[in-house]
């Protein structure tokens, strides 16, 4: 049987999988317009550079049923957000790696879905892989991007003077009720 080349924009997964198909690219990272939307996008940086990634279509074998159908996916891409804590441009690397079981039809993924661990999709005629790869990276951005360590101080509160990593002792409430305690007879 000759493989026949696949379109990452229509994948036929259940042919891709029969095949044993892998497919591999590099797509601009300014083709994924929901990664460079939202108001903690970077002006410019977002834009830059490109997603790596790679599918491979397979079918496992099951006793006494039909052989299923899976999607291996990995996807690397480096995106540019605002770092929360010092509001300066953070590259966050994000590496996905997932595996995806298609079954028949909605109804089937959604009873599967329930008891599997397994990310579970309804078998579709044409799958767009751009735009599971996008979902994907959406999915493994963090919630709060920041640096580990911000490469600037960070601004001060107005009650901090310069200089004072400390601050200074505060009365301490339950320490004076021990002392009316010890002061009264039992």
Do not use: N, Y
């Not at 074998?61 to 957000?81: C, F, M, S, Y």
């Not at 010092?86 to 790696?97: E, G, K």
């Not at 329930?114 to 892989?129: K, N, V, Y």
């Amino acid at each position: 049987m000759t493989s026949r080349p696949h379109d990452p924009r229509k994948l036929d997964v259940a042919a891709a999988a029969a095949e044993s198909q892998a497919l591999e690219g590099l797509w601009p990272l300014a083709g994924f317009e929901r990664l460079a939307e939202g108001p903690d996008k970077v002006e410019g940086a977002g834009r830059g550079g490109d997603v790596h990634w790679v599918a491979r279509g397979e079918q496992r074998d099951v006793a006494g049923a039909a052989p299923e159908i899976w999607l291996q996916l990995a996807a690397r891409a480096t995106i540019w957000r605002e770092c929360q804590r010092c509001l300066q441009p953070v590259a966050l690397q994000l590496d996905v790696a997932r595996a995806f079981r298609f079954v028949a039809d909605e109804a089937t993924a959604e009873a599967l879905d329930a008891d599997s661990e397994d990310d579970i999709l309804a078998l579709p005629r044409r799958l767009d892989l751009h735009a599971l790869v996008e979902d994907e990276l959406l999915l493994a951005l963090p919630l709060v991007p920041m640096h580990v360590e911000c490469p600037q101080e960070l601004p001060r509160s107005a009650g901090d003077t310069p200089g004072e990593d400390t601050p200074a002792a505060s009365p301490k409430p339950f320490a004076a009720l021990a002392g009316l305690r010890r002061g009264r007879p039992d």
